[in-house]
């Protein structure tokens, strides 16, 4: 299993970015999709998840400004990040669960991970 994410850069206070993570080695649509992000000096942070079915949660600090979503057919995460404050500013990374059909945080968090998309947001 392979993931790719992009996407990410430099945005001021208040603009938007939209992440990208393509998977592959697997049939895509059995799984759930998730982000994480991790900013120097602190612990990993969860952000976002979608299932397999599209169910979405987030984390509190992101929940009325940050979009998951999933296209089947191009085997693509998406993470829509609106309204971004210099406190978004981190290493994002996608990941999925090793198992199908199935979700929990902690089997997202101990699946695969693709490498980290930086994001930078000036104030």
């Known amino acids: 299993v392979q993931l790719q994410a992009s996407g990410g850069g430099l945005v001021q206070t208040g603009g938007s970015l939209r992440l990208s993570c393509v998977a592959s080695g697997r049939t895509f649509s059995e799984y759930a999709m998730g982000w994480f992000r991790q900013a120097p000096g602190k612990e990993r942070e969860f952000v976002a998840a979608?299932?397999?079915?599209?169910?979405?949660s987030y984390a509190d600090s992101v929940k009325g400004r940050f979009t998951i979503s999933r296209d089947d057919a191009k085997n693509t995460v998406y993470l829509q990040m609106n309204s971004l404050k210099p406190d978004d500013t981190a290493d994002y990374h996608c990941?999925?669960?090793?198992?199908?059909?199935?979700?929990?945080?902690?089997?997202?968090?101990?699946?695969?991970w693709g490498q980290g998309t930086q994001v930078t947001v000036s104030s």
């Open positions: 990941a999925t669960p090793k198992r199908s059909y199935y979700y929990t945080s902690e089997a997202l968090e101990s699946g695969y």
């Open positions: 979608i299932t397999y079915t599209g169910r979405r």
